[in-house]
């Protein structure tokens, strides 16, 4: 699987019911409590910085997903001819969060699921209307989020294709009286924090549970598991073709990719920019890309320019 960088630190057993087992190693893109390494920066357009409201400062955290998602923002607002200066790999959420309420950064990629536990753990929200309604709620004054897209890098149950077609099943609801004969793999603490709960929402039961950790997306192309816990921008999927299950209970928290911003430092231009990527991006796409940039190591600034192209936002 694609390695990245530590997601969580402390929010991982916080968020535990709600985003927190992954075979890539983590949950949370954001929360790695790491020191954050010095901002890489580069810049689109010159500016005074985003206090002055001039230059609109996009961030990023330091793992490929977010640089791609920052670079899409970035591109999209400079083609609607805002003024950006691009700040990427700057570290955790921790830091980067701080920054937004300083007006450093003014717009960051984010994940609603994962930026709600990290602003209030014992949130039970776990459907994007529910997540971004509580977001509002809770968000200090000066940030907001914009719309969320449809693309989701959260949990999710794997099969193959074949495996897909042979059950006959699309979502985790319809494994129901098949699990009992399927074995399932994840990261080790997968089984100790989701087993009673697929239990008490879909009725599942699994015949064996293997610790996978990072090949889970291998063991399910070998045939060792016929479930497997990826996330679903993992690249894997699309390179070993993968289906991701739907989670009709939520059993996964919502992770949809959604801007914060600081909304001192970004007009009606901006915000309509972000809000048109968020109207065309989904999971399949984002994979899609992360294959390029992950597997296929091009470039990301290219590929989100070449997405933006193809999408009719650039």
Same mark, same amino acid.
């Given at each position: 699987?694609?390695?990245?960088? /530590?997601?969580?630190?402390? $929010?991982?057993?916080?968020?535990?019911? +709600?985003?927190?087992?992954?075979?890539?190693?983590?949950?949370?893109?954001?929360? +790695?409590?790491?020191?954050?390494?010095?901002?890489? $920066?580069?810049?689109?357009?010159?500016?005074?910085? $985003?206090?002055?409201?001039?230059?609109?400062?996009?961030?990023?955290?330091? *793992?490929?997903?977010?640089?791609?998602?920052?670079?899409?923002?970035? %591109?999209?607002?400079?083609? @609607? &001819?805002? @003024? /950006?200066?691009?700040?990427?790999?700057?570290?955790?959420?921790?830091?980067?969060?701080? %920054?937004?309420?300083?007006?450093?950064?003014?717009?960051?990629?984010?994940?609603?699921?994962?930026?709600?536990?990290?602003?209030?753990?014992?949130?039970?929200?776990?459907?994007?209307?529910?997540?971004?309604?509580?977001?509002?709620? #809770?968000?200090?004054?000066?940030?907001?989020?914009?719309?969320?897209?449809?693309?989701?890098?959260?949990?999710?149950?794997?099969?193959? %294709?074949?495996?897909?077609?042979?059950?006959?099943? @699309?979502?985790?609801?319809?494994?129901?009286?098949?699990?009992?004969?399927?074995?399932?793999? &994840?990261?080790?603490? *997968? @089984?100790?924090?989701?087993?009673?709960?697929? #239990?008490? /929402?879909?009725?599942?039961? *699994?015949?064996? =549970?293997k610790p996978t950790g990072d090949t889970t997306a291998n063991a399910l192309?070998?045939?060792?598991? %016929?479930?497997?816990?990826?996330?679903?921008?993992?690249? !894997?999927?699309?390179?070993?073709?993968?289906?991701?299950?739907?989670?009709?209970?939520? /059993? *996964?928290?919502?992770?949809?990719?959604?801007?914060?911003?600081?909304?001192?430092?970004?007009d009606a231009t901006g915000t309509a920019a972000l809000n048109a990527v968020s109207a065309k991006l989904d999971?399949?796409?984002?994979?899609?890309?992360?294959?390029?940039?992950?597997?296929? !190591?091009?470039?990301?600034?290219?590929?989100?320019?070449? =997405?933006?192209?193809?999408?009719?936002?650039?």
């Amino acid at each position: 699987m694609t390695p990245r960088p /530590v997601r969580i630190a402390l $929010a991982v057993a916080l968020l535990a019911g +709600a985003a927190a087992c992954s075979s890539s190693g983590g949950s949370d893109p954001l929360a +790695a409590k790491s020191p954050a390494p010095a901002p890489s $920066a580069s810049s689109g357009a010159s500016g005074a910085g $985003a206090a002055s409201g001039k230059t609109v400062v996009v961030g990023s955290a330091n *793992f490929p997903e977010n640089v791609l998602l920052a670079s899409i923002y970035s %591109q999209a607002l400079q083609a @609607k &001819g805002v @003024k /950006v200066e691009e700040k990427f790999n700057i570290g955790s959420r921790e830091v980067l969060y701080g %920054q937004l309420q300083s007006g450093a950064l003014t717009v960051l990629p984010e994940y609603n699921g994962a930026l709600l536990g990290y602003l209030d753990a014992k949130s039970t929200a776990t459907g994007e209307d529910a997540v971004n309604a509580e977001l509002k709620a #809770k968000l200090p004054a000066g940030l907001a989020i914009l719309d969320s897209a449809a693309a989701e890098d959260k949990d999710s149950l794997t099969v193959t %294709q074949e495996t897909a077609d042979r059950l006959g099943v @699309k979502s985790m609801a319809d494994l129901a009286g098949k699990a009992q004969d399927l074995v399932i793999g &994840g990261p080790p603490e *997968f @089984k100790s924090r989701r087993e009673q709960q697929f #239990k008490d /929402v879909y009725g599942l039961t *699994f015949k064996e =549970w293997k610790p996978t950790g990072d090949t889970t997306a291998n063991a399910l192309k070998d045939g060792g598991i %016929q479930l497997g816990n990826v996330f679903t921008t993992d690249p !894997k999927i699309v390179q070993l073709k993968l289906v991701s299950l739907e989670d009709p209970k939520n /059993v *996964f928290s919502a992770q949809n990719v959604t801007p914060l911003v600081n909304t001192a430092g970004l007009d009606a231009t901006g915000t309509a920019a972000l809000n048109a990527v968020s109207a065309k991006l989904d999971t399949a796409g984002l994979t899609a890309l992360m294959k390029r940039v992950a597997v296929d !190591k091009e470039d990301p600034s290219a590929v989100a320019k070449s =997405w933006l192209k193809g999408a009719g936002l650039s």
